[in-house]
């Protein structure tokens, strides 16, 4: 009578300690990726949110030369209360959009969906006014050290 098990071959397999480590390793190595695609992203958000303000505050400063002023002359258009309080989006950003300082679309909220800030100070303290494009940045708080701001610099 044959045998099917050839006593003289020896079978190769993984124990279940290998297949365990196996596992753990990988496991590592998607945490790992997690965590830095998440990290990527966030950089991602706060290199936006400065784009959109620098190009907010061009558009503003074209408009400044044409006009004479800023847009409307009222502080902290800001959209972040329920309903938005602020003329931002309707207002200001169509204004710029329509005379077509602006020609793309997205600039009235920050990454994080948040209004964009913006106040004016154009003239209105000395011969310098500063005014201000902000996002809230990724807490959503104002007036902390995550804030993200393009300051509108000019002579009067």
């Known amino acids: 009578m044959t045998s099917f098990y050839d006593s003289s071959k020896k079978q190769s397999a ?55 002023t800023l847009p409307n002359g009222s502080d902290w258009y800001s959209g972040t209360t329920m309903p938005p309080s602020s003329r931002w989006a309707t207002e200001i950003v169509a204004n710029l959009r329509n005379l ?32 201000y494009v902000k996002s809230v940045g990724p807490d959503g708080i104002l007036g902390n050290s995550d804030d993200i701001t393009q300051t509108i610099n000019t002579s009067c």
């Open 14 to 68: 993984f124990t279940i300690v290998e297949l365990l480590i196996v596992i753990v390793v990988v496991g590592i190595l998607a945490a790992i990726i997690i965590v830095a695609y998440n990290g990527i992203q966030e950089r991602s958000r706060i290199n936006t949110a400065y784009s959109d303000l620098r190009n907010i505050k061009t558009a503003m400063l074209l408009y400044r030369a044409d006009v004479g």
């Open 100 to 131: 077509n300082y602006i020609q793309t679309r997205g600039l009235e909220k920050d990454p994080w969906g948040q209004y964009y800030f913006y106040d004016n100070n154009d003239c209105t303290f000395g011969q310098f006014g500063n005014s």
